[in-house]
């Protein structure tokens, strides 16, 4: 006869929940234990569902539970009373094994946020059964569960989840928090990709109400940002209007805002109407006057002339990656993989306005199988062609300029692809690669792309949708100043 174990719980619980534990921790390598199985003439039967639904039915009915979880709301007298089983808590949590070593009667007394409180007892479940689900607005409290009771595996599967759903929607946004919480916990992982995110996808960020939460140290971070994605710089400035009039920060803040705007990319037809419309630039116009008095020459003036007498190379004339028509194009490829594809768009010469009726005509080739030399066709010694391996090529763009002119000189021109795709239903960027100064292409591009699959979480529709962006930067003339 087998005797119980623990304190009251009947042999087959133990089992039971030894059983549990093993599949939660080795569910990934399933499919190699049944190869092994398989190999040494052994055939799997799989009846873990069952387990996990007689594991979910112990906790439900509570039967043979030998210890009280009573979760106490902080700030109030709402206790939660969930009846549970020591082994099972003990194995899954180092933290809960020290709480039911040390306890002193069958309750265990826990104090938790009304948010933590509230998915509680879903945290529970995930230690007798292995799974879980998740809302967006859930996601922090359990992942403040599974960092506080040493739930290691939970705790990595919900910061996955929030990396893979940045882009779900939600009544009141949750990127933002999301990134907060990361910055408050230190999880690097999760705060650079909602930085990612928010930088990429800022003009539907700006539209949303979640702009309005965003905190100070956060607006700051990211208008000093040269990759962030949008249709132009008087559309943020125009947002950055509306967080101020909400927010209401210090005279100091608003100032380091309006400071980091960009004014040399806003067309000085703009800039005259924003002096004379906004209250927000009318009441620090003194705090800004020296901005604007630059925006205004760079604009009268040609890039090289004004070279001669400051320095350009500086944020206000660093162009960010602009949507709108005349710095760069769209472009819809359908079925991508079926063969090579060209096409022609014009985009201004600079964003001064010396240089606004100025056009440049860009070339864009794609290939869905470009092969380096080494790798072509080749002929042997007796004159047979050694046939080429089609699928060892890789989606290759080149962006280069129809023709030379005289007004590139101390011009150079960054070349930025952006790849769209959609995730939980919305189209968003999914990657951005740039061609610095000279170089024609991006020896990177969509390296890890399977085109071939349908489903390619860089498709839309089978097509793969790009929009290029040309940059004109005017480093170049720092250096021929005297």
Not at 96 to 124: H, I, P, W, Y
Not at 268 to 292: A, C, N
Not at 450 to 465: A, F, G, P
Request: net charge neutral; charged share 15%.
């Amino acid at each position: 006869m087998v005797r119980s174990c623990g304190q009251g719980i009947p042999a087959w619980a133990y089992v039971g929940a030894l059983f549990l534990l093993i599949h939660s921790v080795t569910v990934g390598g399933a499919a190699l234990k049944q190869e092994v199985a398989l190999d040494s003439g052994a055939t799997v039967l799989n009846h873990s569902m069952s387990l996990v639904q007689r594991m979910e039915t112990l906790l439900a009915l509570g039967n043979s539970s030998d210890v009280t979880l009573k979760v106490q709301t902080i700030n109030t007298d709402e206790v939660k009373v969930i009846q549970a089983h020591s082994l099972v808590l003990s194995l899954q949590s180092d933290v809960f094994e020290e709480m039911l070593l040390s306890r002193n009667g069958s309750a265990v007394f826990l104090r938790e946020t009304a948010e933590c409180a509230a998915v509680f007892d879903k945290f529970v479940r995930y230690l007798y059964c292995g799974d879980i689900s998740v809302r967006l607005d859930q996601a922090i409290s359990l992942h403040k569960l599974a960092s506080k009771y040493h739930v290691w595996d939970l705790q990595q599967g919900l910061t996955q989840y929030m990396t893979q759903h940045l882009s779900s929607d939600s009544p009141t946004g949750h990127v933002i928090g999301w990134y907060n919480y990361a910055l408050q916990i230190g999880d690097v992982v999760l705060r650079d990709s909602c930085l990612q995110y928010l930088s990429w996808n800022l003009s539907s960020v700006l539209q949303s109400g979640e702009w309005g939460s965003i905190s100070e140290d956060l607006l700051l971070s990211l208008l000093q940002r040269s990759d962030l994605i949008l249709q132009s710089e008087l559309e943020l400035y125009e947002a950055l209007e509306a967080w101020i009039s909400q927010n209401k920060p210090v005279s100091s803040t608003i100032e380091s805002a309006l400071r980091a705007v960009r004014y040399g990319m806003i067309p000085p037809q703009h800039l005259f109407r924003l002096q004379k419309q906004s209250p927000l630039l009318q009441k620090h116009y003194e705090s800004i006057r020296d901005l604007l008095y630059l925006a205004f020459q760079f604009h009268s003036a040609s890039p090289i002339q004004l070279a001669k007498y400051f320095d350009v190379n500086c944020s206000i004339f660093t162009p960010r990656n602009y949507l709108s028509v005349s710095w760069g194009s769209p472009w819809l490829l359908n079925n991508p993989t079926r063969d090579d594809r060209s096409f022609s768009f014009q985009t201004q010469l600079g964003p001064s306005g010396h240089d606004s009726s100025k056009r440049v005509t860009w070339n864009a080739l794609f290939s869905p199988r470009w092969l380096p030399l080494s790798a072509r066709s080749t002929y042997t010694e007796m004159g047979a062609m050694q046939p080429t391996r089609t699928d060892a090529g890789r989606p290759r763009i080149i962006v280069t300029p129809a023709t030379s002119s005289p007004d590139f000189a101390g011009v150079s021109f960054q070349k930025t692809v952006i790849v769209m795709a959609r995730q939980q239903g919305k189209v968003v960027v999914r990657h951005v690669y740039n061609f610095h100064q000279s170089t024609e292409e991006a020896g990177d591009f969509l390296v890890d792309a399977d085109l071939q699959r349908r489903v390619s979480e860089y498709l839309i529709d089978s097509s793969l949708y790009l929009h290029v962006v040309i940059k004109p930067l005017y480093h170049s003339l720092i250096v021929s100043r005297k």
